[in-house]
């Protein structure tokens, strides 16, 4: 069982960054790919970036070139670091893990809202 914890949203304006972590406790993280998900209202939960247990990125077209997603298995976290920030990108967003030889990811955590707005 890993339990996640995510934080590091809030209010940004058009163009500014936000930095999301996410917290894993319950097993070596290492074992997991992990991903950042994100929910906007009305709208199904979509992918934004993923990261292998070999640290092997994937990323959304729309987050392509402004996020960055990245773990430290030693502080059992991963990150998001999102630059450039524009309106469509508010929503809660989620991070995801699953044991490297699962298909779908098992754990999330309950999400952190980030807000784009003047």
């Known amino acids: 069982q890993v339990q996640l914890v995510e934080s590091g949203g809030g209010l940004v304006q058009p163009g500014g960054s936000l930095r999301l972590s996410c917290v894993a406790s319950?097993?070596?993280?290492?074992?997991?790919?992990l991903t950042w998900h994100r929910q906007a209202p009305g709208k199904q939960r979509e992918l934004v970036a993923s990261?292998?247990?070999?640290?092997?990125?994937n990323y959304a077209v729309s987050a392509q070139g402004r996020f960055t997603i990245s773990r430290d298995n030693a502080k059992n976290t991963v990150y998001l670091e999102m630059k450039s920030l524009k309106p469509e990108d508010t929503a809660v967003y989620y991070c995801?893990?699953?044991?490297?030889?699962?298909?779908?990811?098992?754990?999330w955590g309950q999400g952190t809202q980030v807000t784009v707005s003047s």
């Open positions: 319950g097993s070596i993280l290492s074992n997991y790919a």
């Open positions: 990261i292998s247990s070999g640290g092997i990125t």
């Open positions: 995801g893990a699953r044991l490297i030889w699962r298909a779908t990811y098992d754990y």
